[in-house]
């Protein structure tokens, strides 16, 4: 961009940088005389636009791009001409806004026009053509019987003025299938497709409607009989009577004081008519091809579909302007002044923003620099638009007034306001002028313009400001039964007699469009293409030196070349080189400038400076001057008051590349804090997720509780059968077991009498060594265990209670606890009947026949190692000691005494970390340090026996009483 020479691309991708960088709106403002490239360098410009925004080829993007790509070949068919000066002249000013998403990739635009050149419908100078439009429906021969255009193009009359229907370089033919595919992409349906071709053919014909005289105040439309009656045609064409359009062109319809009458015209007001009526027809159509070709690339029906982005994109603009050059010709007209007018202003504004402003920002900002003349046209606007006194505001005064106020008169007055004027000349004024040599008409005037003299013709100057169509064509196309013509004509829908205000003039709102077309330009960052045109020839590789060095001197590029000269390139971006610094013996001019502020900011992040800046400011000059120093670029740049300007383009360069280069890990940082955020939602999603599955378990564990609970509080859910659960519900079902048993037991303890309450305690505690022998509970839990039952079942009770205090006294021992007649098996595997008194301290054996005599030593209770009892009805109890010499024992009661044994005796043992029961069926023992299993027998025997049955096994045989 800055090393390379001038290339469209290049503005282009400056504009879109500019704008995607900067969040900077953008236009390119495309100036150039007539024919020197101006609407092909805009069809470039946006064909660089959709090729680089068009990546990720969404099939949106694409076809927005395609549509506006395509929509200037509609706008060109309808809107371009065959000028003298240009082949494909446009006729009128286009001004075309593309809006940009966040993503900058194009998602619609707005299409602008200006002054359409209209008169060309009916009026074309020698050379010249009508709109391409005209003879691409003549070229295709199909359709032409469809149109009644059964002439040669040289025969009809709006056609074959300029005198060239037909030229090499334009294919009219392939033109017209080119504008039938784009209407296609457009959108264009087939009805509204042929109702565009009618109106074209409609105006064809009114170009060969005649009139004929009657009485020199009225007068006929000629028709003839055969297939060529032009009335006839445009009645079908246009899907309205033969009689009212008959009528509309040959009288007028006029209120006045609530009366409304018939006027007929003559034939010259008639024809004026016709070609009012040609020129509006095309207006009309040309202004709703632009209306449909902007709804169809609006914003709207993007907008619909991505509300998110609405706010965010509205600001994205690049605008290209498009519009007519500065003409001069043989005969110049009110068109070519507001052409010429249009260029004026669009060099003002270059004036205003670039040269302007310049000196301006040097004077501000206190640098030193060296002038540079230019020509300012002020001057010239001033003369053509400024209020009241302008030669438009004359112009519109003369149509003003009411009467016969001629085109003549109207230069009258400007020659008189202007005669003065540097940039203003005329026959009347300067005869003698060798401008006027062989000329002999008063009805010319001169401008001066700032790309050249142009002599104007006065001629239909009134006509074509007042523009005026009678009210009569308004409601006849209204009333067309064509919806797609009617929708042309809103205006045709007020009655006759509805008063309605003059509207504006043709200068007028010219000129308003280009004071606000200039606010729009100011409003954004221009890019300028400068077009010169290499010759008049429109040919190649001619280059006519001498038109060249005038339009280079006039569009103000010399000081330009000054600049390149020097060896500093003018970019457009950088406008700025219009000025030379000066405050070193060489001069240089400026690449680059900025505020300081957005200077910091933008290089803040260069590595070897990053540490040293505080990322939130001070942005000021003592930063700037130390990112410079720190780059080594402190010579190239100058330091304003509140800007930065850099010389030398490689500085920029350099301060580009280092920013580059320390965006790279910041964008790793970016993307590191982003990588994490996003897990983080995901941890944070899930986690959420674990939260809600807890806080629902408990809620159904919470339920389950619920359910069990009322389920078991009914009589403290005896005979409730535990409830099926589910399966995850296994474990904690397990732990509500246990604790729906304790508290069960707890209520029934706490139910019980107290006597009871020990013996309670003993049978939950035998409970616990028993679990395999269920059988051993008493059957209510109300039977109190009495423990002593020697005291009762006895019958020497006395003798027993002798002996027990004699051996209270010597063994120091608190109570009996437990008391019982037994079979007791010796260390011979014989049978002694004993009394087995289990006291606090020791178990006794006493002999129940003699006094209750003890049995050899009483037997601790510290040398207790466990018991071992059967899982069966048996009394049978083993008592496992030390020695490994167990007590063997069978009770002889009738009630089951084994759990009251075991629970007391495991009560005493409570502290006793060994202590252990083993129910088994078969029961093992050690007697005399040997070995045995004892099972259990049933035979036809009187009373409780204990057999060796072999070496390792003892018979315990019980009376059978099954
Ligand atoms: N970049 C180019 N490459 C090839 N030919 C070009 C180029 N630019 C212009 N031309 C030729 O010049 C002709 C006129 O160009 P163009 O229509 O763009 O002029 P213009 O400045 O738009 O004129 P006007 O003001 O009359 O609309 C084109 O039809 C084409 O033949
Ligand atoms: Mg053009």
């Not at 008063?499 to 954004?524: E, G, H, Q, Y």
């Amino acid at each position: 961009m800055f090393e390379r020479p001038a290339h469209i691309f290049a503005i282009a991708e400056a504009a879109y940088r500019t704008l995607k960088q900067r969040l900077i709106n953008t236009c390119i403002v495309i100036s150039g005389e007539s024919g020197s490239g101006k609407t092909e360098a805009s069809k470039i410009i946006l064909r660089y636009i959709a090729a680089v925004t068009n990546m990720s080829n969404q099939a949106e993007i694409q076809r927005i791009s395609n549509i506006l790509i395509q929509t200037n070949v509609i706008l060109e068919t309808f809107g371009n001409s065959r000028t003298n000066r240009n082949d494909n002249s446009s006729r009128f000013g286009k001004y075309m806004d593309l809006n940009f998403d966040y993503k900058f990739d194009p998602i619609g635009g707005k299409i602008q026009h200006y002054l359409l050149e209209k008169s060309r419908v009916v009026k074309q100078q020698i050379g010249e053509r009508n709109f391409h439009s005209f003879y691409q429906l003549l070229s295709n021969k199909k359709s032409l019987q469809e149109y009644g255009l059964y002439l040669k193009p040289e025969d009809y009359y709006y056609i074959n003025q300029g005198q060239c229907c037909k030229i090499d370089r334009i294919d009219d033919k392939k033109d017209y299938e080119k504008a039938i595919e784009a209407f296609k992409v457009v959108g264009f349906t087939q009805d509204e497709i042929s109702t565009i071709w009618k109106i074209i053919a409609t105006i064809i014909h009114l170009g060969n409607l005649t009139f004929t005289d009657v009485d020199g105040e009225h007068c006929l439309i000629v028709r003839s009989n055969d297939q060529n009656d032009q009335l006839e045609w445009i009645s079908k064409l246009l899907d309205c009577e033969p009689s009212d359009i008959s009528s509309a062109l040959t009288s007028r319809v006029v209120a006045a004081r609530n009366e409304v009458f018939q006027s007929r015209q003559n034939v010259t007001r008639a024809y004026y008519g016709r070609d009012a009526l040609s020129k509006a027809l095309y207006e009309r159509l040309f202004e709703w091809l632009i209306k449909y070709i902007n709804k169809t690339l609006s914003q709207d029906d993007y907008e619909r579909r991505n509300s998110f982005h609405k706010r965010i994109y509205d600001s994205f603009v690049i605008g290209v302007l498009d519009i007519y050059g500065f003409e001069i010709f043989e005969n110049n007209s009110f068109e070519q002044l507001c052409i010429n007018y249009c260029n004026e202003k669009l060099q003002q504004l270059f004036i205003e923003l670039v040269l302007k402003q310049e000196q301006d920002e040097y004077e501000s900002e206190n640098i030193t620099w060296q002038h540079i003349d230019y020509f300012n046209n002020k001057i010239i606007c001033d003369l053509i638009e400024q209020s009241r006194i302008g030669i438009l505001a004359h112009l519109d005064e003369a149509c003003q007034i009411v009467g016969t106020v001629t085109d003549e008169i109207f230069l009258k007055s400007i020659n008189k306001t202007f005669k003065n004027h540097k940039h203003y000349s005329s026959w009347e004024l300067t005869p003698g002028d060798k401008i006027w040599k062989n000329i002999d008409t008063n009805k010319l005037f001169l401008i001066r313009h700032y790309a050249g003299d142009v002599v104007y013709s006065v001629d239909g100057f009134l006509d074509k400001n007042r523009d005026t169509l009678y009210d009569d064509f308004k409601r006849l196309l209204y009333h067309s039964k064509n919806s797609i013509l009617s929708s042309m004509w809103p205006d045709g829908e007020k009655s006759i007699t509805s008063v309605t205000r003059r509207p504006l003039t043709t200068a007028t709102i010219f000129r308003n469009s280009m004071i606000s077309l200039s606010d729009l330009l100011s409003s954004k960052q221009p890019f300028y293409v400068r077009c010169i045109k290499p010759n008049d020839e429109k040919t190649a590789n001619i280059f006519d030196q001498i038109r060249i060095e005038h339009q280079i001197a006039y569009l103000g590029l010399l000081e330009n070349v000054r600049v390149r000269r020097a060896g500093k390139i003018l970019v457009e971006k950088y406008l700025e080189i219009f000025y030379i610094f000066s405050n070193k013996k060489k001069k240089k001019g400026f690449c680059h400038r900025a505020l300081y502020n957005r200077f910091v900011q933008r290089y803040k992040i260069i590595d070897c400076v990053r540490s040293k800046l505080h990322p939130y400011g001070p942005f000021n000059k003592e930063s700037a001057s130390y990112i410079c120093n720190e780059l080594n670029i402190n010579n190239d740049v100058v330091y304003g008051n509140t800007k930065i300007f850099i010389k030398q383009p490689t500085s920029l360069f350099q301060l580009e590349k280092k920013r580059t280069e320390g965006l790279e890990p910041i964008v790793v940082i970016l993307q590191k804090h982003v990588r994490s955020w996003k897990q983080f939602r995901i941890f944070h999603r899930e986690n959420s997720a674990i939260r809600i599955q807890n806080f629902y378990r408990k809620y159904r564990a919470r339920n389950y509780i619920n359910q069990l609970n009322e389920l078991f509080s009914d009589r403290l859910g005896k005979n409730v059968v535990w409830p099926q659960s589910r399966s995850s519900f296994t474990t904690i079902n397990n732990v509500l077991k246990q604790m729906y048993q304790r508290w069960r037991i707890k209520q029934i303890e706490q139910r019980l009498p107290i006597k009871l309450q020990s013996t309670f305690e003993l049978k939950l505690l035998a409970g616990k060594y028993l679990q395999q022998r269920p059988l051993f509970f008493d059957k209510s839990i109300y039977q109190e265990w009495h423990g002593d039952y020697l005291l009762e079942e006895n019958s020497r009770v006395k003798e027993y209670q002798k002996s027990i205090n004699e051996l209270r006294t010597k063994d120091n021992f608190n109570k009996v606890i437990f008391s019982t007649f037994a079979v007791k098996l010796n260390s011979h595997i014989k049978m002694d009947e004993r009394a087995i008194i289990l006291t606090d301290k020791y178990i006794y054996k006493l002999d129940p026949k003699k006094n209750f005599p003890i049995k050899k030593s009483h037997i601790s209770l510290d040398d207790v190692t466990g018991l071992s009892v059967t899982s069966g009805k048996e009394q049978l109890i083993v008592i496992h000691l030390v020695s490994n010499c167990d007590l063997v024992f069978y009770m002889q009661t009738k009630i089951d005494r084994v759990g009251e044994f075991v629970g007391h005796m495991a009560k005493l043992k409570q502290k006793s970390s060994n202590f252990s029961v083993n129910v088994q069926r078969y029961v093992s023992t050690n007697i005399a340090k040997h070995k045995y299993v004892i099972n259990t027998v049933w035979d036809r025997v009187d009373k409780v026996a204990f057999n060796k049955s072999s070496s390792n096994n003892i018979s315990l045989v019980l009376p059978d009483v099954r």
